[in-house]
């Protein structure tokens, strides 16, 4: 994962709490009810109280388990909030599991997600097939290949749609870099990174950008980018990503793939390239802050500063925080200006959706389990 140079934060930092105590209580047959924020998929309660953890404003959360009966809502993971940290309701119902964010704890955001799930679908986000032996096989296969993050077998069992599908194993893909929901141009507003970046032992490279230049088409996905920088290590990361182009005006970087062909017209504001393979992007883009941009949204806390250089260094201080806002003296509302927000976006892999299915094997790769080993 070296060209992931985005820092992926890692959760450890007790100024999240704000006086909450860690508490890793799970509740079988609780439901919190309301104060729901977002749903998201999960395959276990372990890894939906990750994603608490890794979300900004979950405080608490909602499972429904596999075990389930009374609605089809199996594996919905529900991200919760309130005022005081704590659920408005809690009331018994069968087939779900309750529990807290482990931002008051001690705890590791690259988690070690090392176990299997039979008869578990991880449905959506391919990017890649091939045929394995087993699902040992397919999840060494899932690990050694750096845009993996989980995988499907369709094991020898499997024949629901025949048995030339037998053995197949599906390589998914979802972000492990922060993704910022929304950049937007607004007046007394500073906006830049954590400076953390990942240690690597790959070598550094320059990446390739062509000015003024646009490729049109074969785009695959449209995410916002502060900087044609910030877009290339975006489409670095990416699993599919051949090439990008990234609008000045609207801060959009458009991803796009075509493996057969490089395409290029000339075109103001916008500015093409090429992702880096196999190497380490040179990370100066991530020092550089942003005048009069907004990145609004997805805040873990935010308090008084003097200036946008202490926001920046609170937020690569604070292993939570990866990116960040500051609203100097002219920000249009009087009564949040000199303030510092700290920001975060779950970065864990997370299939978009879970289903039963029979005779399938899912899980996810394992370089987080192999990275603690060799330490």
């Not at 599906?170 to 240690?199: N, Y």
Request: charged share 20%; proline share 6%.
């Amino acid at each position: 994962m070296g060209t992931h140079l985005i820092l992926v934060g890692l959760l450890s930092i007790c100024s999240l709490s704000f006086g909450q105590e860690c508490n890793q209580q799970l509740l079988e047959n609780v439901d919190f009810s309301g104060n729901d924020v977002t749903s998201l998929f999960s395959p276990d309660v372990d890894h939906c109280q990750q994603l608490c953890t890794q979300h900004a404003s979950c405080d608490f959360f909602t499972f429904f388990r596999a075990d389930g009966t009374q609605d089809n809502r199996n594996f919905l993971c529900l991200i919760k909030t309130a005022p005081n940290g704590q659920p408005t309701v809690q009331a018994p119902l069968q087939g779900v599991t309750s529990g807290f964010s482990l931002k008051p704890c001690s705890q590791d955001l690259e988690p070690c997600l090392s176990r299997v799930y039979q008869n578990v679908d991880f449905k959506d986000a391919d990017y890649r097939a091939l045929f394995t032996a087993d699902s040992e096989e397919c999840q060494r296969a899932c690990t050694q290949d750096p845009a993996c993050q989980f995988f499907t077998l369709l094991n020898e069992a499997f024949t629901a749609l025949g048995n030339r599908y037998r053995f197949k194993c599906h390589l998914k893909f979802s972000w492990p870099v922060p993704r910022i929901p929304l950049i937007e141009k607004k007046a007394g507003v500073t906006s830049g990174f954590s400076q953390i970046t990942e240690i690597t032992q790959q070598s550094v490279c320059q990446g390739k950008l062509f000015p003024n230049t646009d490729i049109p088409g074969n785009d695959v996905e449209n995410i916002p980018a502060a900087s044609p920088e910030h877009c290339q290590a975006l489409c670095s990361a990416h699993s599919v990503c051949t090439y990008f182009s990234f609008n000045s005006n609207d801060f959009n970087c458009n991803l796009k793939k075509n493996t057969e062909e490089f395409v290029t017209t000339a075109k103001d504001g916008v500015t093409s390239g090429l992702p880096a393979r196999f190497c380490q992007l040179d990370n100066t883009w991530v020092q550089v802050v942003h005048e009069n941009v907004d990145f609004p949204g997805s805040d873990i806390r935010f308090e008084p500063m003097d200036d946008a250089d202490t926001c920046q260094r609170t937020c690569t201080q604070d292993p939570y925080c990866q990116f960040y806002s500051y609203t100097n003296d002219n920000f249009g509302d009087p009564n949040f200006r000199r303030h510092c927000f700290l920001k975060r976006t779950i970065t864990m892999p997370a299939p978009p959706k879970v289903a039963k299915l029979a005779n399938v094997v899912s899980g996810f790769q394992l370089r987080n389990c192999n990275s603690k080993t060799t330490e």
